[in-house]
């Protein structure tokens, strides 16, 4: 597979105002993209996301370290005529409409006449903002500037999609269909580069990930390798469970706590399972549910990043 960005030891610093306080954005950042497949670029606000991006898509340049894209060093023209860029906050001019400013964006990267205009409408009805194509975009919801801004980044069938947070700002409906493009690019045979702050999202769409913290990458590889789905724990549901059988779980050594007159228990070691459920109906108790905790994408966030040790303090004055 060939990588289609690569990016090594990657590093920004910015000097704010008059006081020239230093804020290290991103601090030695690697990862490569390969060719058809749908990476994450995931972490909290202020983690390094969107200063990443600009340096890749070159609205911004670099303090140290190297990134290239389509094999050629950023900022570059040639490159970026093959992405298709979504910013973290579009601005589209307040008097365009969607299907103007899609067009625009289309004749920008080379499409004309007819094959313009039905490429526009194409986009444009599949992010679902066609029926709001002729409205000036002043007039529409934060959702429909993202849909359209989106539909702008797909205009030209580009090779290779970066899109900064993609969901934000929209309904559940949207973040479904959103997710659906993004599957639809990748079986198309196009790369889909994406950050978000919801590690779910990723976790239904990546083929691998990097998760950053603090600037730095502090989780990077194959979803699959990472998130295996290994039972962290059993959470067993009883109602009617007296405080005697409460106290006697507890003495066994179970985590338990009440939720809505349900008593949960937590069931450690897979071990464990079948002498809790036994002991549990056999102390009168009626069983609701019994399902296994699997690790997710965020505990393995939590037990990697938030457990690490971090720089104190971030920011520091020159
Ligand atoms: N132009 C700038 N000048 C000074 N500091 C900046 C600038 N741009 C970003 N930063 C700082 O860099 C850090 C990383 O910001 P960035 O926007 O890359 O985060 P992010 O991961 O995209 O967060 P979010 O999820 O909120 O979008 C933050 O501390 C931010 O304040
Ligand atoms: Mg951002």
């Given at each position: 597979?060939t990588a289609?960005?690569?990016?090594?030891?990657?590093t920004?610093?910015f000097?704010?105002?008059?006081?020239?306080k230093?804020?290290d954005?991103?601090?030695g950042v690697?990862?490569s993209?390969q060719s058809?497949?749908?990476f994450?670029?995931?972490?909290?606000n202020?983690?390094g996301?969107?200063?990443?991006?600009?340096?890749l898509?070159g609205?911004?340049r670099?303090?140290?370290g190297?990134?290239t894209?389509f094999?050629h060093?950023?900022?570059s023209?040639?490159?970026?005529r093959r992405v298709?860029?979504?910013?973290?906050?579009?601005?589209?001019?307040?008097?365009?409409?969607p299907r103007?400013?899609?067009e625009?964006?289309?004749?920008?990267?080379?499409l004309r006449?007819q094959?313009l205009?039905?490429r526009t409408?194409?986009v444009?009805r599949?992010t679902g903002?066609?029926y709001?194509?002729?409205?000036?975009?002043?007039k529409l919801?934060k959702g429909?500037?993202?849909?359209?801004?989106?539909?702008?980044a797909?205009?030209a069938?580009?090779?290779?999609l970066?899109?900064d947070?993609p969901?934000s700002?929209l309904d559940?409906?949207?973040r479904k269909?959103?997710?659906d493009?993004?599957?639809?690019e990748?079986r198309?045979g196009?790369?889909?580069f994406?950050s978000?702050h919801?590690?779910?999202?990723a976790?239904s769409?990546c083929?691998?990930?990097t998760?950053?913290r603090e600037?730095r990458?502090v989780?990077?590889g194959?979803?699959?390798?990472l998130v295996?789905?290994?039972?962290?724990?059993?959470?067993?549901?009883l109602?009617?469970?007296s405080?005697?059988?409460?106290m006697?779980?507890?003495?066994a050594?179970?985590?338990?706590?009440?939720r809505?007159g349900l008593?949960?228990v937590e069931?450690?070691?897979q071990?464990?399972?079948?002498d809790?459920?036994l002991?549990?109906i056999?102390?009168g108790?009626q069983v609701v549910e019994?399902?296994p905790?699997r690790?997710?994408?965020?505990?393995?966030?939590?037990?990697?990043?938030?457990?690490?040790?971090?720089?104190?303090?971030r920011?520091t004055?020159?």
């Amino acid at each position: 597979m060939t990588a289609l960005i690569e990016v090594e030891h990657l590093t920004k610093t910015f000097f704010l105002g008059i006081t020239r306080k230093r804020v290290d954005a991103v601090k030695g950042v690697s990862f490569s993209v390969q060719s058809n497949e749908i990476f994450g670029f995931l972490g909290p606000n202020g983690s390094g996301k969107t200063t990443t991006i600009k340096m890749l898509t070159g609205l911004i340049r670099p303090t140290g370290g190297r990134a290239t894209l389509f094999g050629h060093p950023v900022p570059s023209v040639e490159a970026m005529r093959r992405v298709g860029f979504l910013p973290e906050s579009p601005y589209i001019f307040p008097y365009l409409t969607p299907r103007e400013y899609v067009e625009m964006c289309g004749r920008l990267s080379g499409l004309r006449g007819q094959a313009l205009r039905d490429r526009t409408t194409a986009v444009l009805r599949r992010t679902g903002i066609e029926y709001a194509g002729e409205r000036p975009v002043r007039k529409l919801s934060k959702g429909m500037t993202q849909r359209s801004a989106l539909a702008a980044a797909l205009v030209a069938n580009p090779e290779l999609l970066v899109l900064d947070e993609p969901m934000s700002g929209l309904d559940p409906i949207g973040r479904k269909e959103v997710r659906d493009i993004i599957l639809e690019e990748r079986r198309e045979g196009r790369t889909v580069f994406f950050s978000t702050h919801i590690l779910a999202d990723a976790e239904s769409l990546c083929d691998r990930v990097t998760i950053l913290r603090e600037g730095r990458a502090v989780v990077s590889g194959p979803l699959r390798d990472l998130v295996r789905g290994d039972v962290l724990h059993t959470d067993l549901t009883l109602a009617q469970a007296s405080e005697a059988l409460e106290m006697k779980l507890r003495a066994a050594g179970h985590e338990t706590h009440r939720r809505a007159g349900l008593l949960v228990v937590e069931i450690r070691g897979q071990e464990r399972v079948n002498d809790t459920l036994l002991e549990a109906i056999r102390g009168g108790a009626q069983v609701v549910e019994v399902s296994p905790r699997r690790e997710t994408l965020e505990d393995l966030f939590v037990r990697r990043a938030i457990d690490a040790p971090t720089d104190e303090p971030r920011t520091t004055a020159e």
